[in-house]
């Protein structure tokens, strides 16, 4: 009798010892993409909401203080704080920067400014408005946000509504273009509360808005120039835009959906991919698009956005179905020491995060912080794109898969949900379906599967989780969530 409890205990121990070595050998987001914090200078309260690659190698980056420094040698091991220098201050909430011949473009509360260094002592002695064509009447929300220059050579702005459901300023609730001249060129209204605007690899404007009246839920939005993208508040302002973009349009109803109004309102856009609240963030941010052609690891031409209260990056994929952008979005990165907000990726593959828990608060602890992203140059597991299909999706992976596990029904769970599109602020998940999964084939490349879904629903979040799927050397995926919003259905 003592024997066989002594060989029970021994095979409890040895089966938690083997479960202990599994779970310590998992894969983590950091064996592929460690943070590195950079140390501010003392006393300084650095907010960082934007970044810019000089010519002479030193990174500049604003604050939402209305402060720009420069960092030198961004890229090294360690950044302390003796490699900061301020460049520039009494700024009005500089959010966003771009460069161009010499020049530093900030896109602030009220215009935007260019400044230079003309005498070579490191400090901005030289300061021009570039354009100031859109109001401000004080009131806290009225955020400015601007994107990197365009293949025109304009600069892009999305304007914060004056609080969350009305504008009473000029061009509050828009997107407008600055063109090389200088000239305010109204382009898309519908804005609500924006955190960032890039372009993706094609040169097609993006934009994230977040949850609030006329938006269930955080997003990101494509910027057709011409287009309504959503909250009607700042409507007013036709008046001035109607000889470039023509008469104020029908507004949508409220406690419609989002496709609903889409059918019914030609002039609206939905939204790209929705990031489902509480599930993969509660407020988007800066975005940054993958053009390192591989710098940074197998997301080439993907985008990146940031969320400033869960503190995290997170990656999306998009395609063009029926004409629309739309795609899925992926957890990639938590762990960032304050709110993530401003982001940039550089042409050598470095990803920079800029944050601040001011406001509304964040899980990384500081009030503020600047982090780096590298990459080690290991491939982590994941699912690489997520594509519609009339019948389903098809799923491709950056490494080989288990063919059984892809194929195996049990690997996945899909549900389905959306959101109401009213005027109250933001919304519950609704109208919740369950599809089934009929089927799974892997593809003959070994890094794809086609998933067939009966009873896939044109409107809504398609929620996944593939925890079963193994790699071919049997790992789990890194992040088995993927969300696609399903706005069109693609035909054969």
């Keep these: 009798m003592l024997n066989m409890r002594f060989a029970f205990v021994f095979s409890i121990l040895a089966l938690f010892s083997f479960t202990s070595c599994l779970a310590q050998d998992a894969p983590t987001e950091a064996d592929y993409y460690p943070i590195t914090a950079f140390e501010t200078p003392e006393g300084v309260v650095l907010e960082a909401s934007g970044f810019q690659m000089m010519p002479d190698g030193k990174m500049a980056v604003c604050s939402r203080r209305g402060e720009v420094w420069m960092i030198n040698d961004p890229f ?34 009220s215009d935007i400014t260019r400044m230079r260094d003309s005498d070579g002592d490191g400090l901005a002695d030289e300061f021009e408005v570039v354009n100031d064509g859109w109001g401000i009447s004080g009131d806290y929300h009225e955020y400015a946000f601007g994107s990197k220059f365009d293949k025109n050579g304009d600069i892009w702005v999305v304007l914060c509504l004056t609080g969350s459901f009305s504008s009473s300023v000029p061009y509050r609730g828009w997107c407008v273009r600055i063109t090389s001249d200088g000239e305010l060129i109204p382009t898309c ?44 508040g700042g409507f007013e302002w036709y008046k001035l835009a109607e000889p470039v973009l023509g008469p104020r349009p029908e507004e949508p109803v409220s406690g419609s959906r989002f496709m609903t109004e889409a059918k019914r309102l030609p002039h609206y856009e939905p939204p790209a991919v929705l990031f489902p609240y509480n599930k993969m963030g509660k407020s988007a941010a800066g975005i940054a698009c993958d053009t390192t052609d591989g710098e940074f690891g197998p997301f080439k031409n993907q985008m990146f956005v940031t969320d400033q209260s869960y503190s995290t990056v997170m990656r999306c994929y998009l ?25 940039e990726l550089t042409t050598n593959g470095k990803m920079f995060v800029g944050g601040t828990n001011r406001g509304w608060g964040s899980r990384g602890r500081k009030p503020f912080a600047i982090d780096r992203v590298d990459w080690t140059g290991k491939i982590p ?112």
């Design 381 to 492: 597991f994941e699912i690489h794109e997520m594509r519609a299909k009339p019948d389903g999706f098809e799923l491709t992976f950056t490494e080989s898969v288990d063919k059984q596990s892809v194929e195996d029904l049990a690997s996945y769970e899909i549900s389905t949900y959306t959101y109401i599109y009213q005027s109250a602020y933001g919304s519950p998940e609704v109208d919740h379906t369950e599809p089934t999964i009929v089927k799974a084939v892997a593809g003959t490349d070994g890094k794809s599967v086609r998933i067939y879904v009966d009873g896939l629903q044109e409107g809504h979040v398609h929620e996944l989780h593939s925890d079963g799927v193994r790699s071919e050397n049997g790992v789990g995926l890194l992040h088995a969530e993927a969300y696609y919003t399903l706005n069109y259905l693609p035909a054969e």
């Design 76 to 109: 090294s091991a360690t950044v302390a704080a003796s490699q900061f220098q301020r460049f520039a201050h009494g700024l009005h909430e500089t959010l966003t920067l771009t460069e161009r011949d010499g020049w530093l473009y900030t896109t602030q509360r």
């Design 189 to 232: 209204s519908g804005v609500r509360s924006p955190g960032g605007i890039r372009a993706n690899h094609l040169g097609d404007m993006f934009y994230t808005d977040n949850q609030g009246p006329w938006n269930g839920t955080c997003a990101l939005k494509h910027l057709p120039e011409g287009k309504f993208v959503g909250h009607p």
């Design 319 to 343: 395609e063009k179905v029926q004409g629309h952008y739309q795609g899925a979005c992926f957890p990639f990165l938590e762990g960032f020491n304050s709110g993530s907000l401003g982001l």
